[in-house]
């Protein structure tokens, strides 16, 4: 089980990490669903979510949305 970072996520979305820290306070409907440990404040994902959240969203018939 693999995760990630804010700085990985970035990587993987090809966002700048402050675009990601900013949607995960703002909008984080716009990301995958984060991993939530009790007693931490760390903001991590599991890889495996990302890839599902991102084959989710995935055009269909490989058309993109303008």
């Known amino acids: ?5 804010i700085a990985d996520l970035a990587v993987i979305l090809n966002r700048s990490p402050a675009t990601i820290a900013t949607e995960v306070s703002k909008a ?22 990302v890839e599902k959240w991102i084959n989710q969203h ?9």
Do not use: A, F, I, Y
Request: zero cysteines; glycine letters at 6%.
């Open 1 to 5: 089980m693999q995760t990630l970072t």
């Open 28 to 49: 984080p409907h716009k990301l995958p669903p984060r991993l939530n440990l009790p007693g931490s404040r760390r903001v991590l994902w599991l890889q495996e979510d």
């Open 58 to 66: 995935r055009p269909e018939n490989g058309q993109t949305s303008l």
